[in-house]
């Protein structure tokens, strides 16, 4: 292939011609190298810390003719210039760096002459921007890079005013450089220098633009174009602003894309999956609002499995892909150490870390390495997109850290509040319960929860998201119990499995044979991987595979230790050889590797942890020593078995979730009797122990974690009476002898909230939160959950099922502590009459047959607010078999006909009536015992029927009219009834009820 020639008239690009040694003039400055010129360096490629070649661009006239140099200076192909490159006659053809020419039109200049620069729009030039300073000033005697033939490098020596050739135009603040003989003829006019980039030597950033056409009265060339002070508004602040934005630049240049780059590393693809997460738009929601809010940090808390830490990657993610990006920070638990005082010394390790990567990735002008956590939050604060720091796992930090939890989070809240920085923590209730209540008030987002500080709760997906998590795993929705099916990690370890499984199991599959199946195949995957590394084959493999479970497992009973439920360096290596592995393993290498490969364990700081914190305690608690174990916790008592010392060991709270495996696989193994004699023991353990969090806490997160509660109601009957007992006595009365709990209240394990949530039939169900609805807070007296709420969220969700349970209620006359006058009886009407609307129909049919006193006072109130319900109940009754639903039908039909309003509804009744008068010799009981009639006689249906007829007759007349036509009516007949019109309800508003008094009653509107 034929090279490209120069023109003789052609200047040489900076990368083509070598700069020749230079001899300083006795009034120049030598460069720092000795050279006087060119710093030894001819070419931009072959010093690190100049910009490559593709980044320059030259432009020239029609009949190539040099006009000048520019550089990229965006990802959009904006090119930044001197002005006097473009003002010129003719038009402009810009040459990239394979000698390319493109045509410029005059709407692509934007021409900028009283700042002498000159902003050129281009298309395809694939070339790296340019970083522009940030600095509104260059010193005096600053080092600069510069394009004038080759690069070299000069000195600033002073900001002058200085006027261009064509006297036009007047710069006070010019740039006046040092440069050598050889460089000050380079940057005469017309030597094709103008518009060349000059870089700070320090941040390798543009500092200014060279020009030749300026001059002052001592001097004609060696003159360069600041690109600030720039104007607050304009194309040119336009552009300094997406430079800033977009293209990253270190130093004292330091810019808001040098901060998204350094963090963006520090988060970096390990939370990437090949099925990307379900949002959760209440949680999108919610770190929305504190990224708006005045609150510096929020607690993300949940279960291990729940998503804690996807949630955390998918906000990083939406910051990274904001139209406005934000600088996002990434820490564990783990990468803090004993010495640190708060949050600011786990980031300023990260943001080290996270250089080297930058450094090694590309070449890089100015130390990543010296930025501070304190100037990045600086910077972002400034820059309106506050720095962001996430916490995960922080229950994994060393135990001097946590042992003076008070200091490190005082010293965290005092250096947030300093730079302006957010902190998002995920995390466990077991820790956030201790640390949350150590942070100001003031500066936590979200709502209190039961025994926590404020915070954001995160728990299972909701049916929609689970839908749509099951259809990207291509998990259909019958293969996992219904317990289990909204779980996010057992949904996404059980896409792993099915993947592997030639078919799909039979039966719904639980969480505990996910986690069983999952670890199998972690295992085998190992061995495969150990196996093509050492050369086992066939039935060897499997052999391997038995090893490597055996390996795991022996991890996670080391695990068990004192720590944090990690590894240390030491043990890892010990189980998982990182060279050759002892006989009993098989020999062969890479064991530490493999392992670390297929995610079954991951680093975490100074050591290794399992991959997923749920399959740890899963599997931790298989080989927990629970009997020990709850001497310890719960028994006060040493492995020797002494009373005499009863000083538990430091067990940090976080750590329950073995514990809680160890008795959920108690039932598994042994039954559910045996685990309920366990249960008993800690709720007694409640009154007695000094201090009741763990027994507690054991109790409801294994009571939660049962697939099916029924066999345990013999504890959870006695331990609802004792919830109740406590939290229903009076404020300030003591509850008699021995405080439960040990301490001025109950725990907040048993919150409503727990009851609703156990795996119970809704009978029993109901019937615990019967023994508990006496323990409520008086409705608006406190911010606290009520049971009647949990109650009134059942009967809302499934009214079909609950109805009947709370019209069993009905016998229940205990009165409401916080309620003057109401009764658990009566708080059921409310609640009945408050979800009505759910299923009147429904209501009305179960009222009926209920037969019990407050079903027909209900029945009453009813008949005037649901006529339509009550008309269509008395048609379906007049058409029964059943004499006592005709006797109902008869004196309910007479008490909703004044409140009949519609056609449809008179019509209804009309039928009603008819189809009584077809069976005159129908029996004249009144229903459910209750009396609308004098002693010594009642109406028979027929007659009833005669009244109600008469009563439609009178349609259109006020209801006064119809009641005393029905009166009329009824007198005509046997002389000793009294008109049901008379019965209250069907008086005016002015004549009380025990059914309108029950609903005016507060439990009405509890």
């Known amino acids: ?21 230079e001899t300083p003039r006795p009034d120049e400055t030598p460069s720092p190298d000795g050279t006087g010129g060119c710093g030894g360096a ?37 090119v930044l210039t001197g002005h006097e490159v473009v003002d010129g006659p003719g038009p402009l053809v810009v040459e990239d760096a394979d000698g390319r020419g493109h045509a410029v039109n005059a709407d692509a200049v934007t021409a900028l002459p009283e700042l002498g620069l000159a902003l050129v729009r281009t298309e395809g030039l694939d070339g790296e921007p340019l970083p522009l300073t940030v600095r509104d000033h260059v010193e005096a005697g600053a080092y600069v890079r510069l394009t004038a033939g080759c690069w070299r490098e000069a000195r600033v020596l002073a900001a002058v005013p200085a006027t261009s050739t064509h006297g036009s135009h007047l710069l006070h603040g010019a740039l006046e450089l040092a440069i050598g003989t050889a460089g000050r003829d380079a940057l005469r006019r017309g030597g094709g220098a103008a518009g060349g980039p000059v870089l700070d030597a320090a941040t390798g950033a543009v500092v200014a633009v060279l020009s030749t056409a300026l001059s002052t009265g001592h001097r004609e060339a060696g003159f360069a174009v600041p690109l600030r002070p720039a104007p607050s508004d304009g194309p040119l602040a336009d552009l300094l602003a997406r430079n800033a934005a977009t293209v990253p630049a270190y130093g004292a240049d330091l810019n808001p894309a040098a901060l998204l780059e350094l963090t963006a590393t520090s988060v970096g693809s390990d939370f990437l999956t090949a099925v990307p997460p379900v949002e959760r738009p209440v949680i999108a929601r919610e770190f929305a609002d504190f990224a708006e809010g005045p609150a ?4 993300l808390v ?21 139209p406005r990006p934000a600088p996002t920070l990434w820490l564990r638990g783990a990468d803090l150490r004993e010495e640190d005082v708060s949050i600011a010394d786990a980031a ?12 090694a990735s590309r070449p890089v002008q100015g130390d990543p390495g010296e930025l501070t956590p304190e100037r990045l939050a600086r910077l972002a604060r400034s820059a309106g997109r506050p720095l962001l720091l996430l916490l995960d796992g922080p229950e994994e930090m060393p135990p001097a850290p946590a042992g003076r939890l008070r200091e490190w989070t005082d010293g965290t809240a005092g250096w947030l509040r300093e730079t302006g920085a957010r902190l998002v ?26 025994a926590l500080p404020p915070c954001v709760l995160l ?34 370890l059980y896409a792993e499995v099915r993947a592997a499984l030639p078919e799909a199991p039979g039966v719904p599959v639980d969480r505990d044979a996910v986690l069983a199946a999952h670890l199998d195949l972690m295992c085998l995957r190992v061995a495969v991987r150990l196996a093509a590394e050492n050369g086992v084959r066939g039935t060897a493999v499997r052999l391997l595979a038995a090893k490597v479970a055996g390996q795991v497992h022996e991890a996670a009973r080391r695990s068990l230790g004192p720590g944090q439920g990690a590894l240390d360096r030491a043990a890892f290596e010990a189980v998982f050889p990182w060279g050759p592995a002892p006989a009993r393993l098989g020999g062969g290498t890479g064991w530490a590797s493999a392992v670390l490969a297929e995610g079954v364990f991951v680093p975490a700081g100074a050591g290794y942890r399992f991959a997923h914190e749920e399959l740890a305690d899963w599997i931790q608690g298989a080989h927990l020593d629970l009997d020990e174990a709850l001497n310890v916790l719960v028994r006060a008592r040493g492995r020797r078995g002494s009373l005499a010392d009863t000083r538990p060991l430091p067990v940090p709270h976080h750590r329950i979730g073995p514990v809680v495996q160890a008795l959920l696989l108690l039932a598994r193994h042994h039954g559910p009797r045996r685990l309920s004699d366990t249960l008993g023991e800690l709720t007694a353990a409640l009154r007695a122990g000094p201090d009741a969090w763990w027994a507690a806490r054991l109790l409801g997160e294994t009571l939660r974690g049962v697939p099916d509660a029924t066999p345990y109601l013999a504890v959870l009957r006695p331990l609802a009476d004792l919830v109740a007992r406590w939290r229903g006595r009076p404020a300030g009365q003591p509850a008699g002898g021995a405080e439960p709990w040990g301490r001025a209240e109950p725990p907040s394990e048993f919150a409503p909230d727990f009851w609703a949530t156990l795996a119970l039939p809704v009978d029993a169900r109901l019937d615990l939160l019967r023994r508990l609805v006496v323990a409520d807070a008086a409705p608006h007296a406190v911010d606290a959950p009520r049971y009647l709420d949990a109650v009134a969220r059942l009967l809302n969700d499934d009214p079909l099922a609950v109805q009947p349970q709370l019209a069993l209620w009905f016998d229940d006359e205990r009165p409401l502590p916080a309620t003057p006058h109401a009764t658990v009886a009566t708080a059921a009407q409310a609640l009945l009459h408050t979800h009505r609307h759910a299923a009147p129909d429904d209501l009305v049919e179960l009222l009926a047959a209920r037969a019990h006193a407050r079903a027909d006072e209900l029945l009453a109130v009813l008949a005037e607010e649901e006529p339509s319900a009550l008309c269509r109940a008395v048609h379906r009754w007049a058409h029964d078999e059943r004499p006592v639903r005709r006797v109902a039908a008869t004196a309910y039909a007479l008490r909703v006909a004044p409140h009949a309003r519609t056609a449809a509804d008179r019509e209804l009744l009309r039928h009603t009536a008819h189809a009584l008068l077809t069976r005159p010799a129908d029996p004249a009981p009144a229903p459910h015992g209750e009396t609308v009639v004098r002693p010594d006689g009642v109406p028979a249906p027929h007659e009833g029927a005669l009244v109600l007829l008469h009563v439609l007759a009178d349609a259109g007349a006020p209801a006064l009219s119809r009641r005393v036509t029905a009166r009329a009516a009824l007198e005509n007949g046997p002389a000793s009834v009294v008109s049901p ?18 609903r005016g009653h507060p439990a009405w509107h509890s």
């Open 1 to 21: 292939m034929n090279e490209r020639r120069p023109r003789p008239d052609e200047t040489p690009r900076p990368d083509e011609t070598p700069c020749p040694d």
């Open 42 to 78: 001819s070419r931009p490629g072959d010093h690190p810390f100049l910009p490559p070649d593709r980044s320059l661009v030259r432009f020239r006239d029609p009949l190539g003719r040099p006009r000048g140099v520019g550089f990229l200076a965006d990802h959009h192909g904006t």
């Open 296 to 299: 510096a940090v929020l607690a």
């Open 302 to 322: 949940g279960a291990p499995g729940s998503g804690r830490t996807t949630e955390l990657a998918s906000l990083a993610a939406r910051r990274a892909r904001d």
């Open 348 to 359: 300023r390790r990260a943001l080290t870390r996270a250089a080297r990567i930058v450094t």
């Open 425 to 450: 923590v995920a995390c466990r209730a077991e820790y956030w319960e201790e640390a949350g209540a150590r942070y100001p008030a003031e500066l936590l987002h979200g709502r209190p929860a039961p």
């Open 459 to 492: 728990g299972d997906l909701t049916p929609a998201e689970a839908r749509e998590a099951r259809a990207r795993y291509g998990v259909p929705d019958a293969e996992l119990t219904h317990a289990d099916a909204r779980h996010p990690l057992t949904l996404r």
């Open 981 to 998: 019109c008379d019965a209250p309800s069907l008086r005016g508003p002015s004549h009380s009820t025990h059914a309108d008094a029950g």
